[in-house]
C-alpha cells in the first residue's frame, strides 16, 4: 500500500510540472507574440513587394516600352486638363498662292515631300509676268540712257559749253530712271517672273514638308489661288481650350506638359486670349513646346496645365498607370542607378487619369510613369523563384 502511494505521488508531480511548464509557455507565448507579429510582418513586406529591387539597364527599359517620368510638384485639384489641337507658328506654316493669272507649267513637288526655304515648287505661265519683264527691261534701258546723257552733261559743263541747268536736268532724269529700276525690278522679283520673262514661280519661304497640294498641271489658276501648304514640324505650339473659369486661373509663364503615347512632353504657357470665343464659350491657351515630340499640325492632343496655386501647394501627381498594387498595397516604381524599387505610397484623389499622391514620393524622382505592369510582373517573377 506504501509503494502504490510512492507511485502515485510521483505520478502527480510529474503531471504539475508538465501543466506548470506548459502554462508558462503559454503565457511566455501570449506576451511576446504581440512584439514578434511587426517584425515578421515588416520582414514578409520587405521580403515581397515593396521595397525590394529590380535590376534593369536603360537599354532594356527603352526595349519593354516603359516611360520615364518625373514626380511633378502641385495638387491635383490645381491642375486643368484641356483639349487642344497642333498648330504651326507663324513661322512655322506658308501658304504658297499663285502670284498671277496663267496656266500651271510645272509642278516640281508631291505631297509629303520635303522643301527647302526659297526653293521653287511650281511655274505659271503668265501674261502679267511678260508685261512685267517687258517693264523692266524697259526701265533698265531708260536708266542706261540717262547715265550716258548725264556723262555728256558733265563733259559739256565741264567744257563750260552748256548751263549747270542742263546739267541738273539730267542728273534729275537719272534719279527718275534709277528709281523707276527699282520699282520694276522689286516688281519682278516678287512676283518671281523667270529670267524668260515667260513665267511667274511659286516659291516656299519656309523649309518643311508639302502638307497640302491643289496645283494640276495645265490648269488656269487666277492671283492669290492656293497651290500649296508647307509646314515645318519643328516650328509648332497648341491652342488649348478652356473655360471661363479656369483662363482666370492661368497666367503667361505657367507650366504645362503634353501627353502622348511615348510620354509627356513639357510646355509653357506663352499667352491666353484676353475674351472668350462667342460660340464655343471658351477661352484659346497658346501653349509653347519645349520637345517636339513627333508632334504634326491638326493633331488632337490633351494638355495639363499646372497653374500658379498647383506649384506653390507642395502636392505630388503620378499618372494613374504608375500605381501598381503589390501584396495589397498601392506602389510606385522609382527609378535608381541598376533598376526601379516598388515605393509604397499612399493615394489621394483620382482626376482625369492622374492620382494625387500624399506620401511615399518626393518631388524630382523618376517613376515608370507608363507599362509599370511591366516591372510589377518581373517583382511576381522574382518571387515565385525565390
Known sequence: ???????????????????????????????????????????????????????????????????LEPVGSGALSAEIVAQGTVVGTPQGEAVLAARADGVISRVSLRLGDSVRAGQTVALIESREASTIAAERSAAQARLTAARQALAREQRLFDAQITARQDLEAAQTVLAEAQAESRRTSSAAAAARVSSDGRST????????????????????????????????????????????????????????????????????????????????????????LSGVGGLRPGQAVSARIYTRDAQTSGGLSVPEEAIQTVEGRDVVFVRTATGFTAAPVIVGQRSAGRAQITSGLRAGQTIAARNAFLLKAALGAGEVEH
Open 1 to 67: 500500500m506504501k509503494k502504490l502511494t510512492n507511485q502515485q505521488r510521483l505520478l502527480a508531480g510529474a503531471a504539475a510540472t508538465v501543466i506548470i511548464l506548459g502554462g508558462g509557455y503559454a503565457g511566455w507565448s501570449m506576451t511576446r507574440a504581440p512584439e514578434a507579429a511587426p517584425e515578421a510582418q515588416a520582414a514578409e513586406e520587405e521580403a515581397h513587394g515593396a521595397g525590394e529591387a529590380l535590376e534593369m539597364d536603360a537599354a532594356r527599359i527603352q526595349a519593354a516600352g516603359i516611360v
Open 201 to 288: 514661280g511659286v516659291v516656299s519661304p519656309i523649309s518643311g514638308r508639302v502638307t497640302a497640294a491643289d496645283a494640276t498641271l495645265g490648269a488656269f489658276v487666277t492671283a492669290g489661288t492656293e497651290l500649296f501648304r508647307v509646314a515645318n514640324a519643328s516650328q509648332i505650339e497648341i491652342e488649348a481650350a478652356v473655360s471661363a473659369e479656369d483662363a482666370a486661373r492661368i497666367a503667361s509663364g505657367d507650366r504645362a506638359s503634353i501627353s502622348l503615347p511615348e510620354g509627356e512632353v513639357p510646355a509653357t504657357v506663352r499667352s491666353i486670349t484676353p475674351g472668350v470665343d462667342a460660340e464655343s464659350r471658351s477661352a484659346t491657351v497658346i501653349l509653347s
